[in-house]
């Protein structure tokens, strides 16, 4: 195991996981690091992956976690509210 040279060294690892059975792969990998220690940050495909870089980069601050705890699923998404009469189709006379 190299959990004591991660903390000795100070690396920060960021994953970022999504596909088959993701949830549970990001919750073994969560778990293990709270074992040992490490404080990885884990993401699911509610986060962008090329989101990770600039906060791996210490360019941005970290985004929050997903809650782990929640059944498997698609991710939420937000709706998004078209005002009327801009962009839409044009109605027939």
């Known amino acids: ?55 791996a980069l210490g360019l941005m601050a970290p985004l929050p976690e997903p809650d782990l705890s929640v059944p498997c699923g698609p991710p939420p998404r937000k709706r998004i509210d078209v005002p009327a009469g801009k962009g839409g189709a044009k109605k027939k006379k």
């Open 1 to 55: 195991h190299y959990a004591e040279e991660i903390k000795e060294h100070k690396i920060k690892i960021f994953i970022r996981r999504a596909g088959p059975n993701y949830l549970e792969g990001l919750r073994k990998v969560k778990a293990a690091s709270e074992k040992l220690g490490l404080g990885l940050k884990v993401y699911g495909p509610e986060t962008h992956i090329t989101a990770v870089v600039p906060m």
